[in-house]
């Protein structure tokens, strides 16, 4: 069971602990099997040399062939351990990190949307499964070395307590030096990325206008700034790197040295000269790969704080009981709605009510907040204050996988997906080819479906056909109204039609009108005025108008022509002096 205060990924890493201990205990057993190569020349060297015992020469290469071949297995199983550790952080946690990413896209309206951490995951479990790890395993069973350096000399313990404590203090240093530059630089170049990937969207825009040069030198400035903090970064590591090489190389030789001083003095055997070397070498080893392996550290621990962070604001949707279908009835109660990141509101305080089964026209100046509406109304941006209620339920209460197919939305950037056209238009549920059909015909595209390459299976995204804006929007069309949506929003759906496929629209409002959806149309063209119940004219954020059509209609001529009165007076000089 999860406890609530941790995030989704700190939940996972606690699943695996008992995998973390096993390697634990794995690596215990690994790094005292290593010890064994440097006891057989013990013996070897004490035993069968002076002795020239055949027998005994086998059967410690017997034991000590078998010994090693156990550590190999143990290092093999340990590595197999981590290797399954990553596979189930992935089953455990992509879905939630897709959502994540998702739910900031949405959040951010579209500037956050990339897919960090998802990388960031893949980083993650790389460096689970990699070398560098390991060495952060084998580090803490460095006293086993030390204490067998204590039994075969004293002199031998200190030397490599100093030893240790001197890489310790270096691999501190490395982290003092690059550990900062190198968080920054990591994050730097994800800002560098994400602006490169924005740009190459625009490919068009930018080779149509030449802004190939001025775009790549700011995104050349950017690289350069990641480059410096990576070099300086790099400059320093490799300072502790090579110091602390040279110290290894010199600390082992003179290990030798001082082993032949203490056989000479006939302290140690002469077979502790070279096994006091190779031990100390291999107790080293581990704090030597850490300092190497830094840099995979420090992004493995930024990948992990970034994972981290989005996860704690992803907080488990509340289970919310099954409403009954609903049948598009539609309140909107003092609706205050601000962008993503913003506390400056685009709706000020809007109300209204539509019936189920009402066509309603929002019309208004550019700005004056339509599509905010729009994105309220479909329960994407969450209102700062008031309500939006479909059949008298708040409509952010509703669990979207339910309600899901009885929302239509054509926003006013279409973007289809990746995938055949009748997958689109089903969106990407199981493809019913009769309800497509039919989505499609309302829409007025079937036949334009039918003359594609491979029809309703044509592929459409960077691997198949590119579709023309009109297109797009037609078959944007059909998935809104695919299946039997209550509630549908047109964010001006004719914004790209020609003649027909306008005509093509309004016979699909009328259709859907028949089916009792309760229709919203967002346009600023007047084609489709006479298939609407009625209009709400939105001005700088509020509701200046809202009735029946008609009525509606008649208030803005009037106000029209008075305009229009005013402007001829103040033309003529006739208009009277404002108070
Ligand atoms: N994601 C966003 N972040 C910040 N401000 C936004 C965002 N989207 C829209 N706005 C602002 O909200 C205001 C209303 O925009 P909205 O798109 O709702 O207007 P509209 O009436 O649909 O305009 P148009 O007819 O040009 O499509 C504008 O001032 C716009 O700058």
Redesign the pocket.
């Known amino acids: 069971m999860r406890n609530l205060h941790e995030n989704s990924l700190q939940a996972a890493l606690k699943a695996c602990k008992g995998s973390f201990i096993s390697v634990g205990i794995f690596s215990l057993f690994v790094n005292a099997l290593m010890l064994v190569p440097t006891f057989y020349m013990l013996q070897v060297y004490g035993r069968v040399v002076t002795s020239g015992s055949i027998s005994t020469l086998v059967m410690l290469t017997i034991i000590m062939t078998v010994l090693v071949i156990t550590m190999g297995s143990l290092e093999w199983v340990r590595s197999r351990i981590m290797v399954r550790v990553s596979t189930k952080l992935d089953v455990l946690l992509s879905r939630d990190v897709y959502k994540a990413s998702f739910k900031r896209s949405l959040e951010s309206?579209?500037?956050d949307a990339s897919a960090q951490s998802l990388n960031d995951l893949t980083g993650l479990r790389q460096f689970l499964t990699g070398n560098g790890l390991f060495a952060f395993f084998d580090a803490p069973w460095l006293p086993i070395y030390i204490a067998v350096m204590f039994l075969f000399h004293p002199w031998y313990g200190w030397v490599a307590i100093g030893s240790a404590l001197v890489l310790l203090f270096l691999a501190y240093m490395n982290e003092k030096m690059t550990g900062k530059a190198l968080g920054q630089a990591n994050k730097e170049n994800i800002a560098a990325t994400l602006y490169t990937t924005k740009n190459l969207r625009n490919a068009e825009v930018i080779e149509s206008m030449g802004m190939l040069n001025t775009l790549m030198h700011r995104w050349g400035m950017r690289q350069k700034n990641v480059l410096i903090l990576q070099s300086q970064a790099s400059d320093k590591g490799g300072i502790v790197s090579a110091v602390s090489k040279t110290f290894r190389m010199l600390i082992q030789s003179l290990i030798l040295g001082l082993g032949a001083y203490l056989a000479v003095n006939h302290e140690i055997s002469p077979g502790l000269v070279i096994a006091g070397s190779v031990l100390l070498g291999r107790a080293l080893a581990p704090i030597d790969l850490i300092i190497g392996s830094w840099k995979g550290f420090i992004a493995a621990r930024s990948q992990y704080d970034r994972l981290n962070d989005t996860l704690d604001k992803l907080h488990a949707e509340p289970e919310r009981m099954a409403l009954p279908a609903p049948q598009g009835h539609v309140l909107v109660e003092n609706l205050i709605v601000c962008?993503?990141?913003?506390k400056t509101p685009?709706l000020r305080g809007i109300s209204f009510g539509v019936p189920a089964g009402s066509v309603v026209g929002i019309i208004?100046?550019?700005?004056?907040?339509?599509?905010?509406?729009?994105r309220a109304l479909m329960g994407v941006w969450a209102p700062q204050n008031g309500v939006v209620r479909l059949d008298g339920a708040d409509i952010s209460n509703w669990d979207k996988d339910q309600l899901g197919p009885y929302m239509g939305y054509l926003p006013?950037d279409i973007e289809l997906f990746e995938g055949t056209i009748s997958e689109n238009i089903s969106r990407f549920t199981d493809v019913d080819p009769e309800k497509v059909v039919r989505a499609a015909k309302t829409a007025g595209v079937h036949e334009m479906i039918l003359l594609l390459p491979d029809g309703y299976d044509t592929v459409i995204g960077s691997e198949g056909v590119n579709l023309s804006g009109g297109q797009r929007q037609r078959v944007g069309l059909a998935r809104a109204i695919y299946g039997s949506p209550r509630l549908i929003l047109l964010?001006?759906p004719n914004s790209n039609l020609d003649e027909v496929g306008e005509r093509a629209l309004a016979s699909a409002i009328q259709e859907l009108k028949l089916t009792g959806a309760t229709i919203f149309v967002?346009t600023?063209r007047t084609t489709i005025l006479s298939q609407l119940d009625r209009l709400l004219v939105?001005s700088a954020?509020g509701v200046s108008m809202y009735g029946p059509r008609d009525q509606v209609m008649e208030e803005l001529n009037k106000q029209q022509l008075a305009a229009q009165q005013k402007a001829a007076q103040v033309a003529t000089g006739t208009a009277p002096a404002s108070a």
């Not at 208004?364 to 729009?374: D, H, M, R, V, Y």
């Open positions: 309206g579209g500037m962008p993503p990141g913003s685009i208004g100046p550019s700005a004056s907040g339509k599509s905010t509406l729009a006013q964010d001006e967002i600023h939105m954020g």
